[in-house]
């Protein structure tokens, strides 16, 4: 089993890193220069469009309410029934409007790997070799789809917190090429780069963080990076499809958009978003049976601006 160099990260979601594209008034000194528009182009590579199945695999302990919010999620994106609006399923509508069309995301396989199977220090490699194991059946039938490795707080992944909170990118066991991502629970080793902004951040403007909507730091936080990185998945599985810079270290469909939660944001200020009135937890997107996530913003290739729900 194969799999390509590291690529297409869930950037660090520190306030600092918020680009400046997007971000609303600037001061009357910068109106003189002109802010060209983002433009993530399309290197004509294939994208994961259709029926797409998420395989899982849950490394290391999680609790049941742990994957209760996380797979709530990802049934969310696709749901055949709407959710009120702002809705998970018409943020993830935005990747429909690149090449070719929808893509509909179903959990598939689901494995629990609560023996740490590969011990609590993980490499990249070994990700994919995980990956491999949680989508063994999609592979061997060549059908289309995104195999997760999720690793909880007490598991150590290369990169992790130093440049990277989630991964994605493509293995080959055999002649089968398949696409992979891998997010980590950070609350316990960087929660102020990887679940901001539900903790105070390490570095930059230290402002409040937010109540985290399903009142886990760590999960919600995971949740900001899935989204990130299946949204890279699908738009950019094998570093020929939609991003802007270097191909090893790329912006995506939404590491493009750093730190944009809500109308107004700005570096240190995840912008304008809903407040529940009842628990104070801050959210913008409704998934199924009313749960309630937090997500970022999405680049839209038909306006060439990062898009948020709210």
């Known amino acids: 089993m194969a799999s390509s160099s590291h690529t297409n990260f869930a950037s660090l979601a520190l306030p600092v890193l918020a680009i400046l594209c997007c971000l609303g008034p600037r001061p009357a000194a910068s109106a003189l220069v002109q802010q060209q528009p983002l433009v993530l182009q399309y290197h004509n590579g294939r994208l994961l469009k259709g029926n797409v199945t998420l395989n899982l695999l849950w490394y290391g302990s999680f609790s049941p309410a742990q994957r209760s919010v996380i797979l709530d999620f990802l049934h969310s994106l696709s749901a055949p029934a709407p959710s009120p609006p702002p809705s998970v399923s018409s943020w993830w509508r935005t990747t429909a409007r690149y090449k070719g069309g929808p893509s509909n995301l179903a959990v598939g396989a689901q494995i629990l790997d609560e023996s740490y199977s590969?011990?609590?220090?993980?490499?990249?490699?070994?990700?994919?070799?995980?990956?491999?194991?949680?989508?063994y059946q999609s592979i061997k039938t060549r059908a289309l789809a995104i195999n997760l490795v999720l690793t909880s707080a007490d598991v150590a992944v290369d990169g992790f917190c130093m440049s990277r909170c989630g991964t994605h990118g493509s293995g080959a066991a055999g002649k089968a090429k398949?696409?992979?991502?891998?997010?980590?629970?950070?609350?316990?080793?960087?929660?102020?780069?990887?679940?901001?902004?539900?903790h105070q951040p390490q570095y930059g403007p230290q402002t409040p963080?937010?109540?985290?909507?399903?009142?886990?730091?760590?999960?919600?936080?995971m949740v900001i990076n899935l989204a990130t990185v299946l949204a890279g998945a699908v738009t950019n599985p094998f570093n020929d499809g939609y991003y802007q810079g270097a191909a090893g270290a790329p912006l995506e469909a939404v590491s493009a958009c750093t730190g944009i939660f809500g109308k107004g944001a700005y570096p240190g200020y995840p912008g304008q978003v809903?407040?529940?009135?009842?628990?104070?937890?801050?959210?913008?997107?409704?998934?199924?049976?009313?749960?309630?996530?937090?997500?970022?913003?999405?680049?839209?290739?038909?306006?060439?601006?990062?898009?948020?729900?709210?």
């Open 274 to 310: 809903l407040v529940d009135k009842t628990t104070g937890a801050s959210y913008n997107a409704i998934g199924v049976s009313g749960r309630k996530f937090l997500l970022p913003a999405m680049w839209d290739p038909k306006t060439s601006t990062c898009e948020t729900l709210v």
């Open 209 to 221: 963080p937010l109540v985290a909507p399903n009142g886990d730091v760590g999960v919600d936080g």
């Open 178 to 198: 398949f696409t992979y991502a891998w997010v980590g629970n950070a609350v316990s080793q960087c929660p102020g780069q990887c679940a901001w902004p539900f």
């Open 118 to 135: 590969l011990g609590k220090s993980l490499e990249t490699g070994q990700l994919a070799s995980l990956a491999s194991k949680a989508g």
